[in-house]
């Protein structure tokens, strides 16, 4: 059977272009994938459209605002979900419109069809209090507790999201004077971040006891599950989320939802409020952006504003009385 044009331009969209072209991660290419399995199996399911027999025609704007509404009503995603969905079927209708002008119309009408508006939730994150009591749970005695102590402690203090935590290897970590290590990021962007004083002592009694600093174990991950295979992003968040238990049941008032990444939005924070400027805040996360960095300093600001209303009594405003002023009055008469 005869190759369809839309089989053709997938493959090449996911295994060339995306990777060639984008220089995108093994991990956001795999993200695009599934988005572009979902759309098919609902061509097949619910358009009942043989798969091996559809073709670009077939994948028209109407279709999609159908895939979108099907996805919101249907699967019940988030308004959120529904645009990073519509955001990879946009890139890869963007990819088609260059490589098939005949198309470029109907690429176009997809392409024109617009994300949708939603409440962007307050950046969450911990208070000094709070973050120290979450640090302390791990018990030091034993030997996962010493492994998990360093990795909520790196998690932190480098702001690093979850996959690059699970991406570390002991060659990426220098511990002597300035101690800093090195992040792959999205896109196989690499940033080097520093290390407080607290993270290097952990980070050096853990790869001394687990012999991470021997050449053979350079490229093997830092962190590792009582198995002694890789951690996951579930993983991580099962460790996280053991510790908070704890946390929370020590201080009544730790109440907050966290997750890995509002350890991220913390370091963050914190380093808004120390004065530290947008643009480095930016490169020690890995922004593209300075856009996304702008949030912390707008929720810093809505904090400061917040505080001083409470300490402050609301001033009640003086209306002038114009009319009695007679230098005014002539000066608009002469209008």
Known sequence: MKPTTLSAHISNFLSHYLGCQRALSPNTIKAYRDVIVILLRYCRDKKGLAIERLELQHLDAELVDNFLAYLQNGRGCSIRTINQRLAVIHAFFRYVQVEEPDYMLQCQRIIAIPLRRFARKEVGYLSRDYLAALLAQPDLSQPAGRRDAVLLSVLYDTGARVQEIIDMTPGDVRLEAPAQIRILGKGQKVRVVPLMENTVRLLRQYIDENALALPEHYDQPLFRNRQGNPLTRGGVRYILQKHLKKAQESQTTFTQKVTPHTLRHTKAMHLVEAGVSLDIVRDFLGHADI???????????????????????????????????????EWLQQL
């Open 291 to 329: 856009q996304t960095t702008e949030l912390y300093a707008r929720a810093n600001l809505e904090m400061k504003r917040a505080a001083i209303a409470k300490i402050s009594p609301t001033p009640v405003p003086v209306v002038p009385k114009w009319k009695e002023n007679k230098t005014l009055l």
